[in-house]
């Protein structure tokens, strides 16, 4: 009945705080109204009635108008033509972008705006790997190749593609602070937790009792032996007597 008694009032203490206004919850949907982008709602593929907290905010290029602009009108020149690939068949995203050869890859992306995700920065880990021309190249430590042979009557460069890895953003659900379903899940899990407390409970007071019969059991051996010692001690006295 205790137990019960304890699982009630529990439940009845998470069912009032999730429903009960939440300081910190207005406090971050204020502060993250200074971040929100003024830009239309994204089509994000959610279920009706998902009120997310962020919006991605456009990017620079995006606001100015220039992400359409070909290499020579953003000001990038070089001689060999590269054209960044990140995916395959219909989802691929293509960067065209120019360099001179022996120029850093990585100087190359960062300025055509492709992103591509560095580990170690040393050219040890792989993180980078990218694929040209058959080749894995390690674009934060390789260059733009120097061996490449000009076409012998236009004396242009061929395009070079490089083939970088796609990158996979985790999507967290960040709508409302609760739902029906997590307010049932947290009453479940609150309840899986005061059984596991009473289970220890039972399990901690068994090894108590084992443990102080043992105790009590080592103390009666001990005394009997010191009385057989104090009475072998008499005997011994009066025999000599």
Do not use: H
Not at 70 to 87: D, H, N, Y
Not at 171 to 184: D, R, Y
């Amino acid at each position: 009945m205790v137990l019960l008694r304890q699982l009630i009032v529990i439940g009845l203490a998470c069912y009032c705080s999730a429903f009960a206004p939440s300081p910190i919850q207005s406090t971050a949907t204020s502060s993250s109204r200074l971040y929100m982008s003024t830009e239309e709602k994204q089509k994000t593929g959610k279920k009706e009635g998902y009120v997310p907290k962020w919006k991605k905010k456009a990017t620079l290029a995006e606001i100015t108008g220039t992400a359409e602009l070909s290499p020579e009108e953003k000001g990038l020149v070089g001689a060999v033509p590269i054209t960044f690939q990140q995916g395959t068949g219909e989802d691929a995203t293509l960067i065209k972008t120019s360099a001179m050869p022996g120029q850093p890859l990585k100087l190359v992306a960062s300025q055509a705006g492709q992103y591509i995700k560095y580990g170690c920065g040393k050219g040890e880990c792989g993180t980078c790997d990218s694929l040209c021309n058959g080749k894995y190249l390690r674009p934060c430590v390789d260059v733009v190749p120097t061996d490449l042979t000009p076409d012998p009557e236009t004396g242009e460069y061929a395009n070079l593609v490089i083939q970088v890895k796609g990158t996979k953003a985790k999507v967290v659900s960040s709508g409302k602070f609760f739902s029906v379903k997590s307010f049932f899940m947290g009453f479940w899990n609150n309840l899986l937790g005061m059984g596991g407390f009473v289970r220890d409970r039972r399990k901690a007071k068994k090894n108590y009792q084992d443990r102080i019969s043992q105790e009590e059991e080592i103390l009666r051996r001990t005394a009997e032996k010191k009385r057989k010692k104090a009475a072998e001690a008499a005997a011994a006295a009066a025999g000599k007597k």
